[in-house]
């Protein structure tokens, strides 16, 4: 095995072992982009979920603070004229920081034999009687209607019997027995309730008997209320805003839709941070969640008591979220509604967002590997192109240094026979001095082709164009070659057609160009001896041209080798079994001198039939032959 084939094969084994690389490597990046995509996601999810909760507990500041200035001890109320609520209502008004939240706190003495509506007047720590209106009426109602069926339960309990019945118009899953706490989210008897159609926060007020009080025995808990009704406007135009403001936006502005929808048989849009964003995107929204939660006591309950006490794992669905129970909701008459933050990037679904970055870094990921896949086929090419030429250059000094041996060794010859003697007079005289003319002519013949292409491989010719009869260059070529066509016994056929236009070029150029292919037939013309050479006026597209063909009917060219033969230093391995000499320079010269008169050369060829190399050449016109010699310049 050579040293050629050997390294054939070491390139075919790199080219799969490259390949492999390059699948398992893109393979890897795919699973890994995979991998990626779905920690950012979760990543942003947890953030998400983060300033959603954030957002939750400070919408909820304000009213926990009240809550808690509000709570009491249960023997405060109507024995004292709920002088404790009116100084606790005043104190927080001192201290909260938007007051204007809370448009009135109302006490509904539903344990009085003649109910009264009263309002806390925090500024001057009055009592008034406040009217009954319209929005408060079916509120009210429930109230009364649920004050006596609290009563009999909270005293039930306290005595050691069922537990108490849930909040009105709430359900509630069973707790444990005992007394309340003082104060307890969703506790049935002391905790808060919401109300969202107002909105109120409403919370029960149970009064233990005083000592000697006739008209409610020990055992007996009266029960009151109290009714704090909110600001939707401040709620809607101020408290939306700031903390839309200040948990979802950045530098650039807001970074996120937000909305904040009442759901239910009469749905309205509360709040919308965008003109478009709200009612219709519920179900495309990146984050909803319930404002209000489920009582503490349910499952799903002790689940946001456990997120509270940072005991909750990762990895719960983010998209659709219950907020903390601080106040289970209070519907009237069978009413459904529900307050839900809806959350939106604004450049789209966090899904999409991932999945466009996760696509972006697929395309620059496969972008590098396309890069380094093209690079490593350049490299192995090119590292093919230099091993071929290699092995023609090598074939070319040996080619060159036989046909130089040749004439040299002729020329040694005939030099020593005539200054040994040998040659003896006048016709042997003439005889040596004609084989040795000969032989210096192919040595300088062979000599000026190789400088030739070396000077248009460099670019280093310099044309002189100048306009030329057609009949001209073909008989510029035909005399330089009549010595090699008569000595290798061949005819030489010319047809030209009549009144040919006239060309632009070099006359040496172009008719080196034509001794070239009239050599290259005579060398592989076979045994018919023959060569036709023909120029006609032709074109297409409008575009007229001189086309001068030299045929032979000799060897012929595989289709194979056709683009081959014009490649430096080629010569096929059937002529170089046939023995016949060349350089492999010939029509690589002959190719880039055609090109370099703005023509070209082009070949069709049977096996065994013979070919025909047909130089093309553009008609002479002015500015054409001005820009030709513009390029050469």
């Known amino acids: 095995m050579n040293l050629f084939s050997k390294e054939r094969i070491f390139l075919t084994v790199l080219v799969l072992t490259m390949a492999a690389v390059l699948i398992t490597l893109g393979v890897l990046q795919y699973r890994w982009s995979q991998q990626v995509s779905e920690a950012d996601e979760a990543r942003l999810g947890d953030n998400l979920h983060s300033l959603v909760m954030d957002w939750h507990l400070d919408f909820f500041r304000e009213f926990s603070g009240m809550a808690v200035n509000l709570q ?74 649920n004050a006596t069926d609290l009563n009999r339960a909270t005293h039930a309990w306290m005595s050691g019997g069922a537990p108490p019945p849930p909040p009105p118009g709430r359900p509630m899953d069973s707790g444990p027995a005992g007394p309340p706490s003082a104060l307890h ?15 109120v926060l409403v919370h029960a007020v149970v009064h233990h008997a005083l000592p000697g009080d006739l008209e409610q025995p020990e055992d007996e808990k009266r029960v009151d209320w109290i009714i704090v009704v909110l600001n939707g406007k401040v709620i809607q135009n101020q408290i939306f805003p700031e903390l839309t403001e200040r948990y979802f936006s950045s530098a650039d502005g807001l970074e996120y839709k937000v909305a904040v929808v009442a759901s239910g048989s009469h749905a309205r849009l509360l709040y919308s941070s965008e003109r478009d964003f709200g009612m219709v995107q519920a179900d495309t929204a990146d984050v909803t969640m319930g404002m209000f939660g489920p009582p503490p006591q349910s499952t799903e309950g002790h689940f946001w008591e456990t997120i509270k006490n940072g005991k909750a794992s990762a990895g719960k669905d983010w ?14 008459d069978g009413g459904d509604e529900r307050w839900t933050l809806l959350l939106q990037h604004r450049e789209g679904s966090l899904e999409a967002l991932v999945e466009a970055a996760r696509r972006r870094n697929l395309f620059l990921s496969f972008g590098v590997l396309t890069l380094l896949a093209v690079g490593m086929t350049m490299v192995v090419f090119a590292s093919y192109r230099a091993q071929k030429l290699a092995k023609l250059q090598v074939d070319f000094v040996a080619t060159v240094s036989h046909e130089l041996r040749t004439p040299l060794s002729v020329i040694a ?54 306009v030329l009869r057609v009949s001209e260059v073909i008989e510029a070529a035909v005399k330089n070659t009549a010595g090699l066509v008569q000595v290798a016994g061949f005819t030489m056929n010319c047809d030209l057609e009549p009144d040919l236009p006239e060309i632009s070029g070099d006359l040496p150029a172009l008719t080196q160009c034509l001794q070239n292919l009239i050599g290259n037939a005579v060398k592989y013309g076979g045994e018919s001896r023959w060569i036709g050479l023909r120029a006609r006026l032709g074109g297409e597209n409008g575009r007229r041209e001189i086309q001068i063909s030299v045929e032979d009917k000799g060897l012929g060219i595989k289709s194979s080798e056709i683009r081959e033969i014009f490649e430096p230093f080629y010569r096929s391995a059937s002529v170089a079994a046939a023995q016949i000499h060349g350089t492999g320079l010939g029509l690589p010269l002959a190719k880039s001198l055609a090109e370099a008169m703005g023509g070209s050369l082009t070949v069709t060829s049977e096996l065994k039939k013979g070919s025909t190399f047909t130089l093309h050449l553009p008609v002479a016109n002015f500015p054409a032959l001005e820009s030709a010699v513009a390029q050469v310049k």
């Not at 998209?319 to 009237?332: E, G, I, K, Q, V």
């Not at 032989?439 to 044309?463: P, W």
Request: glycine share 6%.
């Open 413 to 466: 010859s005939a030099a020593e026979n005539i200054a040994d003697g040998v040659v003896s007079g006048q016709q042997q005289v003439v005889q040596y001095g004609t084989v040795i003319r000969d032989q210096t002519r192919q040595l300088a013949q062979l000599v000026e082709q190789i400088l030739m292409f070396a000077a248009s491989q460099e670019g280093g010719n310099r044309y002189h164009f100048r």
């Open 72 to 145: 009491v001890g249960p023997d405060a109320g109507a024995h004292d004229d709920w002088r404790d609520y009116l100084q606790r209502y005043a104190e927080w008004r001192l201290t909260a920081s938007d007051p204007a939240i809370v448009d009135n706190i109302l006490i509904l003495e539903s344990s009085q034999a003649d109910p009264r509506l009263l309002r806390l007047n925090g500024d001057r720590k009055l009592l008034e009687v406040f009217p009954e209106t319209a929005k408060l009426r079916p509120l009210l109602a429930r109230l009364h209607e």
């Open 319 to 332: 998209h659709h979220l219950s907020a903390p129970t601080w106040f289970p909701l209070l519907s009237l």
């Open 185 to 199: 989210p969703g506790d049935p008897v002391t905790g808060w309730q919401f109300e969202p159609t107002i909105p």
